[in-house]
């Protein structure tokens, strides 16, 4: 596990770095050079310099791209909300389920008790199927808590998972704002600004995130937990204009976000807004899919000058994926996106939305964070709809799973 390796006998190589050419950025007959998990060569391989003593992986001639960086993910659940899931297929809503106590709080209820060792053991399985299907960063959000030393110790398994080698990196956030308190919300909204946030730091988080919607959490409430967020240390993120328009997604280009995530309601005026602000707009193809409603806005944010990440949204309740492949078939099917673009949102997209740029691009300096297809094709990454087409994840010039 060195993270030393060259690998060589790539058919078609997407970098998704803009000074290789066009979107995505396509190297053929290439080859990748790494030391210490960081890439010291990216191109054609006959440009190759020797590296003697290096481990070789040869890939055949197959399509390599870049890992996928999930920048959107509730992997942390205990419970079981299948039957809801069928409820909604027979024509009930989730807002009417959620008002009858279902919903979040069922998730809520079914793992604010869990234990840090108990949330890792869950979410294990869930991360290791995201790195065979090619996701090598994957935020992880708390949120199914409410409490504040459940969600601390949420976020404390979700750093214990990034730790683990053979699963994809870990992006904490703490979701504070997710299903609406029982009783005073404003004393909620007290105690997770003077005390959730500094616990949420102190147990690793990278993000805030709230649940800016009719029925959780509003603008108000909202902005006035991204601020105190902002001003602790932490990066922001919202879930907004999903259900209904809130207006949240203003509010999340006027605070500096760095994503708003969702936005299937979100006006052409919200979504300038968040392009002039650098506010990375994150859709959720799978939860547009399960849930109805208007199609994710891939091709309006990319027009409004956004940048786009697609993530998968895994939860119990709306997206229950873990496949970013998956993601990326369907966000060209849905939300109008090329191929190209849905790769480039799948990885550099998801980078800016976590705000990693070491990652998500394959050019000399970055991580060597790769997904090696089983096709010599890179197209068949968005063709092959649930097709599995991930062969190999390499994290850091390391093979996962392996
Ligand atoms: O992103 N919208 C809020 N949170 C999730 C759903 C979580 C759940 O239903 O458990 C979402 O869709
Ligand atoms: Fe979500």
Redesign the pocket.
């Known amino acids: 596990m060195s993270g030393d390796v060259v690998i060589r006998g790539i058919g078609e190589l997407v970098t998704c770095d803009p000074s290789a050419g066009v979107a995505p950025g396509i190297i053929k007959r290439a080859a990748l050079v790494a030391r210490d998990g960081l890439l010291t060569y990216v191109g054609p391989e006959s440009a190759m310099p020797p590296q003697p003593g290096l481990a070789e992986l040869d890939v055949r001639g197959a399509a390599v791209v870049p890992g996928f960086v999930d920048a959107?993910t509730?992997a942390l659940?205990l419970g079981d909300?299948a039957g809801e899931y069928a409820a909604r297929a027979g024509g009930e809503t989730?807002e009417a389920i959620?008002r009858a106590g279902g919903?979040?709080a069922?998730?809520v209820r079914a793992t604010v008790g869990a234990t840090v060792d108990e949330l890792v053991a869950v979410a294990r399985p869930r991360l290791q199927r995201m790195a065979l299907d090619g996701t090598t960063t994957a935020e992880v959000k708390s949120?199914?808590g409410l409490a504040l030393e459940a969600e601390t110790r949420q976020l404390q398994a979700a750093v214990a998972l990034g730790q683990d080698p053979g699963l994809p990196a870990v992006v904490p956030t703490y979701?504070a704002l997710?299903a609406a308190p029982r009783g005073d919300r404003r004393r909620y909204l007290d105690a997770v600004v003077e005390d959730g946030l500094p616990a949420a730091i102190a147990a690793g988080a990278r993000f805030a995130d709230c649940?800016c919607?009719t029925g959780?959490y509003t603008v108000e409430e909202c902005e006035r937990f991204l601020v105190a967020a902002r001003a602790a240390g932490l990066g922001l993120k919202i879930?907004t204009e999903?259900?209904t328009r809130t207006g949240g997604a203003a509010m999340a280009a006027r605070v500096g976000a760095t994503s708003a995530?969702?936005l299937e309601r979100a006006t052409d005026d919200y979504l300038h807004a968040l392009a002039a602000a650098g506010t990375v707009g994150v859709i959720?193809p799978g939860?547009s899919l399960t849930?109805g409603g208007p199609p994710p806005p891939g091709r309006r944010l990319l027009d409004c000058g956004a940048t786009v990440a697609i993530a998968t949204?895994c939860?119990?309740?709306?997206?229950n994926t873990e496949s970013m492949p998956l993601m990326i078939s369907l966000a060209v099917a849905l939300a109008g996106l090329t191929p190209a673009e849905a790769v480039v949102a799948a990885t550099c997209g998801g980078a800016a939305a976590v705000g990693l740029a070491d990652r998500g691009v394959l050019r000399v300096g970055a991580r060597c964070d790769v997904a090696v297809l089983d096709s010599p094709r890179w197209l068949d990454v968005a063709y092959h709809m649930g097709g599995r087409p991930v062969a190999m994840t390499i994290r850091a010039g390391v093979a996962l799973g392996a």
Do not use: C, K, M, V
Not at 315 to 319: D, F, Q, V
């Open positions: 959107h509730h659940w909300r989730y959620a919903g979040i069922a998730t949120g199914y979701l997710h649940f919607e959780a879930h999903q259900l995530d969702h959720l939860a849930l949204d939860n119990p309740g709306t997206s």
